[in-house]
Each structure stands twice: as C-alpha cells, then as structure tokens.
C-alpha cells in the first residue's frame, strides 16, 4: 500500500462528551424548497444525559444564525431546519454545559450542492496574467542545492533538503526530497502545504513504494530549523501572511508561492530518476488550493488529489454565503479588507478561477462540516472543473482528514501513477 504523508489533517480526538447532531436525510442533501429535520442528543459513556441544557443555532454556514434557542432534552431531540431557495449549506449547531466546558456539535445539510456556482469574477486578462507571470518566473535560474539528510535517509531511499531559486533572483524555496536509491525511473509526487509555518518531515514511506516526493515549504526559509523558529515566524514577520500585500495583484504573497510550486515541478521533471511522464500534485486546504492551481497552470501535471481546497470563492461573503479560507471579506476582516483592489487581487488568486483551466483527471475529498474551509467554497471550486473528477464526501467531516479518505485516496494516486502493488 502506497503512503502520503497529510500533515495537519489528521483526525480530531474523540471528546469526553458528545453532542451529536444529524440531517434526516441519510446522505444529508436537499432540493431547493424541501425542509430538513436536524435531529441531536448529548451523550456521556454512549448513555444520553438527562435533563440536559442545550442551545440550538440554525442558519446558512459561517453567516449570523437566523434562528437561536435554548432547550432542556432528555435524550434525543429534532428541530424544523427550514429550508433553502437557492443551493447552499444550512447548519444547526449545538452546544451544552458539563462541568464548566463548553461542548459543540453540528451538521450541515446540503442543498443542490452540484448547482453552487462562485461569486468570483474571472478576469479578462486572467490567462494574459499568469502567463507572463509563469514566462518572467523561467527566466530565473533555478541554482538548485541539495543537502543531504543523513538522518533520515533509510535502506532504499535518500533524503535530501532541496533549495531552488523561484520567482525572482534570490528568492529561495525549499522542500524536503525523497528519492528510491535504486537505479531505475520513477513517477514523482509534489506535496503542497496547509497554511502555516512548520517543518517538515518529507514523505519517506511512499519513496520507499516507489515514488520521487517532494515535501514543498512556501515561505522561503529552510524546512529542517528548530520549531521555535517558525512559532516566531508565525508571530512576527509571516504573521497574516495570507492578507499580505492584497491591494496589488503583482505583489501579493500568492504569487511567489504559485511561482514556486512551478518552480518545484520544474525541479522534479529534470531530475535523472523521473520517468518523464507521471508527474502529481497533491495537498489539504492551502494545500488542496495550491494543487489545484499548480495543475491548471503546469501542463506537465497528469493528475491531482485536492483535500477541501482553501482560497476558493473568497468573495462569498461580499453575497450572504460562506467565502473561503482566509475570509478575508467576512464580517470580522471586511471593514479593512472588503475594498475594490482587494477583492480585483482576489479574483486572479482564486482557485475557482483556476479550476475552469483544469485538464486532468482529479480526486477530491470533505465534509459539509468544515468550518475552516466551507463546502459552499468547495462545490462553488469543484462545479468549474470540466475534466475527469472523483468526489469522495464523508458529511460529518469537518477540517480534517478521516482514514476512509486515506485509503480512497492512495488507491486513486498508485492507479494514476502507474505503481504496481506489492
């Protein structure tokens, strides 16, 4: 079985109580115009608690809730979500006490999830612009350096720190490699971040299977310091890197990091050890975003795995629905960010933009409950792409990656790229 490294989507711990909440429909999805029953109790050791307090939010996701109450229940309950008139997601969150903490649960009901389509703008100039960007991005010299990490090299693969210029001169990006020793050519697999400032560890086990991987950082520092480096990156000099620059669409921070992961792929495709034909693109939420752009922009790309992609129909929330991650325009960041040379920013960086220019076979994965990348974002992403796709829903999902995901999605990869099983 091949292995993907999926850093920061692992899934969530149990919690010591539980508030469940479920759609009365079995796969939670709705017509436009028919009312949905949410239906919910809080159990303690798989028992339901007694005459227990509760409050009830129900409302469009990641919007103000048009309906609060409180209840008391003894085990379960339902409440009369209402509807929808257009297609959407409609959320009942619960909540209750127990002994001085906070405990939450929701479910997310779907309504013609497949007619969602973005509020984003595509630029006329949209093509014209990476285009440029992509041909004053190759004039850079790549100066690749390896460093070879020792410690983390094993009996059938090599382990290196790679750094490459991308972008502009002197501008640095750097991924962990992971190359199979034995002589031979392999397909190679580019693994796209989450958001944040980390290292990272590579992806050894699917080398081992077979496979050139390469773990890409995008903040242009090394991946291999201390952690109480990036935890001061984080809150220093990368704190809100993702707002960063949003007034100019030549400047903003996306677009050294979209250079870069051509820059990555460039790097991969000249190496001895690849095959010269299956090159993929994987990643979660910033990681799932950059996938998808990276494959739009980047013919060499065969196929993708996008996990709830980030950065997607950001301008949601300037229409009464749910945005994507960051939610620059949400009702806490609008009264700074919600200004026309952001939101023109936006439109070039939006990855339901970059969707409409997929050509290669995808996989996709989330759930409706995903509060930090919200599925509205997602099927408003996924609804633009016109080339093979494989959608993978688990409902009661949120922002993390369950091992049902996992095994779907390494099946579809190995298949794609050609890897025999052991």
């Known amino acids: 079985m091949l292995i993907f490294s999926a850093s920061g989507i692992a899934q969530p711990s149990r919690t010591f109580l539980t508030v469940n909440v479920?759609?009365?429909?079995t796969d939670w999805t709705y017509k436009t115009g028919e009312k949905v029953v949410f239906h919910y109790n809080v159990t303690l050791n798989n028992n339901e608690v007694p005459n227990c307090k509760v409050s009830i939010q129900l409302g469009p996701e990641q919007m103000q809730p048009s309906r609060v109450m409180n209840k008391i229940i003894n085990g379960h309950s339902s409440i009369e979500g209402g509807t929808m008139t257009k297609p959407g997601f409609l959320r009942c969150v619960v909540t209750t006490e127990y002994e001085g903490k906070i405990y939450r649960g929701l479910a997310t009901a779907a309504f013609e999830p497949l007619k969602i389509q973005p509020t984003t703008q595509l630029p006329a100039d949209f093509e014209k612009f990476w285009s440029e960007a992509k041909r004053q991005a190759a004039g850079i010299p790549a100066d690749a350096k390896l460093t070879l990490l020792p410690d983390r090299c094993t009996e059938k693969v090599n382990v290196y720190q790679l750094n490459v210029q991308a972008y502009r001169s002197g501008s640095r990006v750097y991924g962990i490699l992971s190359v199979p020793k034995k002589p031979g050519k392999y397909p190679a697999l580019l693994i796209l971040p989450g958001a944040g400032i980390r290292p990272y560890p590579g992806d050894v086990e699917t080398a081992e299977k077979g496979i050139i991987t390469l773990e890409l950082g995008?903040?242009?520092?090394?991946?291999?310091?201390?952690?109480?480096?990036?935890?001061?990156?984080?809150?220093?000099?990368?704190?809100?890197?993702?707002?960063?620059?949003?007034?100019n669409r030549d400047t903003y921070y996306y677009k050294r990091v979209y250079m870069a992961c051509l820059r990555a792929n460039d790097y991969l495709c000249s190496m001895p050890e690849y095959d010269g034909k299956q090159l993929a693109?994987?990643?979660g939420s910033q990681g799932g975003a950059l996938a998808i752009v990276t494959a739009a922009l980047d013919e060499r790309v065969k196929c993708l795995?996008?996990?709830?992609?980030?950065?997607?129909?950001?301008?949601?929330?300037?229409?009464?629905?749910?945005?994507?991650?960051?939610?620059?325009f949400n009702k806490?960041?609008?009264?700074?960010?919600?200004?026309?040379?952001?939101?023109?920013?936006?439109?070039?960086?939006?990855?339901?933009?970059?969707?409409?220019?997929?050509r290669v076979p995808g996989f996709y994965?989330?759930?409706?409950?995903?509060?930090?990348?919200?599925?509205?974002?997602?099927?408003?992403?996924?609804?633009?792409?016109?080339?093979?796709k494989s959608?993978?829903?688990?409902?009661?999902?949120?922002?993390?990656?369950?091992?049902e995901q996992k095994t779907k999605l390494y099946a579809w990869l190995a298949d794609k790229l050609l890897v025999k099983k052991e």
């Open 332 to 358: 806490a960041n609008a009264a700074i960010y919600a200004r026309p040379e952001n939101i023109l920013t936006s439109q070039y960086y939006d990855v339901a933009n970059f969707a409409r220019f997929i």
């Open 281 to 283: 693109v994987y990643g």
């Open 391 to 403: 959608l993978f829903l688990i409902r009661d999902s949120g922002h993390h990656l369950y091992p």
């Open 22 to 25: 479920w759609a009365d429909h």
């Open 218 to 247: 995008i903040h242009g520092v090394p991946v291999t310091m201390e952690p109480l480096v990036y935890h001061n990156l984080a809150g220093g000099a990368l704190n809100a890197y993702p707002f960063m620059n949003l007034n």
């Open 305 to 328: 795995v996008a996990l709830y992609p980030a950065l997607s129909d950001m301008t949601g929330y300037l229409y009464g629905r749910a945005g994507g991650w960051p939610h620059m």
């Open 365 to 388: 994965s989330w759930g409706f409950n995903d509060e930090t990348c919200p599925p509205t974002t997602a099927y408003a992403t996924y609804n633009q792409i016109a080339a093979p």
